[in-house]
Every structure is written in structure tokens, then in C-alpha cells.
């Protein structure tokens, strides 16, 4: 229904939004990954570049393991054991409790091991850099919604005044 309001470009735009959204998104967490890291912990750039790059394909690896080994396991342990504290439909919030674990283990060992920063900084940007990160994610998906709403009601208000 909304598209017949929308022109091709328009329409065109919103088809590919998921996909323009995670570049942006990616692009800006890159550089937020970085700044954290040079202010956290006092790496260079290049060092803090290079773990801004190499955690993420490493958390990559990680959350692809627990999607298709580890939670096979969950469900063959949960199914066998027929327990009523959680079933195999609730098992992605035990993935989730163990990815996030993960990731910041993850985070920390990439960041000592890649910046020489100390432990206690290398875990204090494995906290922070998530947490801005998240709001940087807010940021772009409240942005884009009001520009497609505004995009769709000019659409809308251009074909009924010309009706």
C-alpha cells in the first residue's frame, strides 16, 4: 500500500536500508572501536586500527560456533535431560549469556595481545567501546526511521495535493 506513494528511488532506497544501515553501521563502529581504544588504553593508531579490525572477525568466528555447534549440544542436553528450567525454544538466551561472555574475553585478550595494554584497561574498553557502540546503533536507527517516515508522508502529501 505505502508503495504506491513511493517513487522507484524511493522505493529502491528502503529495499536495500538493512543493508546500507549495516555499512554505515560498520564504518562508524570501526572508528568508535578505535577512538576507544586510543583513549582507553593509550595505543597507537595503527595498533589500535588493527584490533578495531581483527576482534570483530574474531567475535565473527565465535558467534558462528555458538549458532552451529554449541547449540546443537544445548539442545540435544536440554531435549535428553527433559529439564523444566529451560527448554531447546529458550536456548537463545543461554547463546546470548555465552556470546557476550565471550565476546568480552574476546575483546580483552585481542586487545593485550594486539596493543600491549594492561589487563585492567584491556577490560574496561572491552566494556565501554559495546556500550557506546549501542548507542551509536540507537543513534542510526531513530535517524533513519524519522528520514524514511518524513520521505513516506511527503509522498504521501505530494500525491493527494496533486489529487
Known sequence: MVKGYLKYDDVKIFRYENFYLSIIYTIGHIFVAMACNRIITGASLDMAAADAFVEPIINGFWFYLLLV????????????????????????????FLYTIGHILIAMTCNRLLTGAPLNLA?????????ING?????????????????????????????
Open 69 to 96: 555447534y554449541i547449540k546443537k549440544i544445548f539442545v540435544n542436553k536440554i531435549e535428553q535431560r527433559k529439564s523444566t528450567l529451560i527448554n531447546a525454544s529458550q536456548v537463545g538466551i543461554l547463546l546470548a
Open 135 to 163: 548507542f551509536w546503533f540507537y543513534f542510526l536507527f531513530e535517524v533513519f526511521s524519522k528520514y524514511k517516515k518524513k520521505k513516506i508522508l511527503s509522498g504521501i502529501g505530494h500525491i493527494n495535493s496533486t489529487s
Open 123 to 131: 577490560v574496561i574498553d572491552a566494556f565501554v567501546e559495546p556500550i
